[in-house]
Each structure stands twice: as C-alpha cells, then as structure tokens.
C-alpha cells in the first residue's frame, strides 16, 4: 500500500483530520456542481420554490442523519454521551431525511414538479469524496467490513485484513455515476426518474453491502440501516412497478 491507513498526515506539528476535510470538500465541490448544472439546465422550478426546496433539504438531511445515526448506536444514549450524540450522522439519514425535507417544503409551497433530478449527479460525486474520507480513516471510521481472507480484504489500521467497505462503495458510485449519464444522455429516463433510481440504486447497495460490516445492534438479523433502506424502496415501489411494467 502506498500510503499507511488510517492516513493521519501532520503539519507543523499537529495531525491533520483528512476525513473532516473531505467532508467539507464534499460539500462545497458538490454544491458549486448543482450551481453549474442548473446555470446549463432549463429547471422548470422558479429560483424561490428551489430555494425553499433546498432548506427543506437540508433541514431533512440534519434531521434525518442524526436521528439513524442514534439508533444505529443505541450505546450513546444508554452512555448520556451528549457530545457524541450530536455528532453521531450517517448519510443513510440524511438522504432519505433530505427526501421527506423536500417533499414536506413542495407541500407548503405547493410545488407539483419533480425536483431531485438536477440533485442527483452533485450528490453521487459529494457521497464519492466522503467517502474517500472514509477510507483513508480505515477503523476510526465505522465503514470498514468483517475480517476476510478476499483478495480485496485491506488491514485498514489494527492488523487484520478487512472488507474495504467504503473502498467496495467508491467503485458502485463510479458505475453508477456512469450508467446514469448514459440513461440522462440518451434520454431514456422520464424526468424526475433519475433521482429516483439513484436512491433506489444506492439503497440497495448499502441494503446488501451491511452483510459485511460487523454490526453490534441487530433485530432480526437486520441493522438500522437495512430497515432504512427497506423503507426507502418501498417508498419508491410505483417507480420500481411502472419501469419495468413500461420496459416489458
């Protein structure tokens, strides 16, 4: 390997957090993608109702990330570790959080038209750059996998070869991001279908990917996660349904 994982590079002195700064490079990357897409994109929502559309957003996202992000570790609250408690968020949330923000704020505006679609590509590539994030923290972030013998398995910073859990999802959202483009750029999606199959897509993943990860809190066999996600593709049943009731 090339460099040591975790990645915990020093400057004058002090270890710098890289997650914490791909995090934030997530964000603002992420963020002046949507703004260069919508300058070349003919939205059919007015610059006020988008606007409102992104704080029900983002407002959801918060929400959503913290609030999974508690039952995915029950110990927290058991511990009235506050600190931790607030800081504790998984994008699993904040996604399907930021979807009910969204749906909840076109109600009180009363906007009809589908608004995920020019969302879709800037949070494929912010998701990729947490993630790298995630990878280079190798244990101290709980996206590492179950010890294997797999060729992929990676000793991610306590000496056992493990599933490379973010590593396995950084080369999904490349596909993804991928297949996607192509569907977009041959017009093969309805508008607001891309949205919608990039949370079906991703959902899935993460449902199968959880298998991997060595989860404390289980009830049935399942993680909070998987139950989220479970949610979510029930939530999108008609589109799953009508696409391939249309491709048939």
């Given at each position: 390997?090339?460099?040591?994982?975790?990645?915990?590079?020093?400057?004058?002195?002090?270890?710098?957090?890289?997650?914490?700064?791909?995090?934030?490079?997530?964000?603002?990357?992420?963020?002046?993608?949507?703004?260069?897409?919508?300058?070349?994109?003919?939205?059919?929502?007015?610059?006020?109702?988008?606007?409102?559309?992104?704080?029900?957003?983002?407002?959801?996202?918060?929400?959503?990330?913290?609030?999974?992000?508690?039952?995915?570790?029950?110990?927290?609250?058991?511990?009235?570790?506050?600190?931790?408690?607030?800081?504790?968020?998984?994008?699993?949330?904040?996604?399907?959080?930021?979807?009910?923000?969204?749906?909840?704020?076109?109600?009180?505006?009363?906007?009809?038209?589908?608004?995920?679609?020019?969302?879709?590509?800037?949070?494929?590539?912010?998701?990729?750059?947490?993630?790298?994030?995630?990878?280079?923290?190798?244990?101290?972030?709980?996206?590492?996998?179950?010890?294997?013998?797999?060729?992929?398995?990676?000793?991610?910073?306590?000496?056992?070869?493990?599933?490379?859990?973010?590593?396995?999802?950084?080369?999904?959202?490349?596909?993804?991001?991928?297949?996607?483009?192509?569907?977009?750029?041959?017009?093969?999606?309805?508008?607001?279908?891309?949205?919608?199959?990039?949370?079906?897509?991703?959902?899935?993943f993460r449902f199968f990917i959880e298998f991997l990860k060595p989860n404390e809190f289980l009830l049935l066999g399942l993680s909070?996660?998987?139950?989220?996600?479970?949610?979510?593709?029930?939530?999108?049943?008609?589109?799953?349904?009508?696409?391939?009731?249309?491709?048939?």
């Open positions: 390997m090339l460099i040591d994982i975790p990645f915990e590079p020093t400057l004058f002195g002090k270890t710098i957090n890289v997650h914490l700064i791909l995090e934030y490079l997530a964000f603002f990357v992420a963020f002046r993608y949507y703004i260069s897409l919508r300058k070349r994109t003919e939205d059919v929502i007015s610059s006020n109702n988008r606007l409102s559309i992104i704080l029900g957003a983002a407002l959801g996202a918060l929400i959503g990330s913290r609030i999974v992000g508690i039952f995915e570790n029950p110990l927290l609250i058991a511990n009235q570790n506050w600190l931790e408690l607030m800081n504790t968020k998984t994008i699993m949330g904040g996604l399907f959080g930021g979807l009910l923000g969204v749906e909840l704020a076109k109600k009180i505006i009363g906007e009809q038209h589908s608004s995920g679609d020019l969302f879709t590509f800037p949070i494929i590539v912010g998701i990729f750059i947490g993630r790298i994030g995630c990878f280079l923290t190798g244990v101290h972030e709980f996206t590492y996998g179950k010890a294997t013998t797999f060729f992929m398995g990676m000793d991610l910073g306590d000496g056992i070869s493990r599933h490379p859990i973010a590593l396995y999802e950084l080369f999904f959202l490349i596909g993804l991001f991928g297949v996607l483009k192509f569907l977009n750029k041959n017009q093969r999606l309805a508008y607001g279908l891309t949205f919608q199959w990039f949370m079906i897509a991703y959902f899935l909070t996660i998987q139950y989220l996600c479970i949610l979510c593709v029930c939530y999108y049943h008609k589109t799953i349904i009508n696409t391939f009731r249309n491709a048939y």
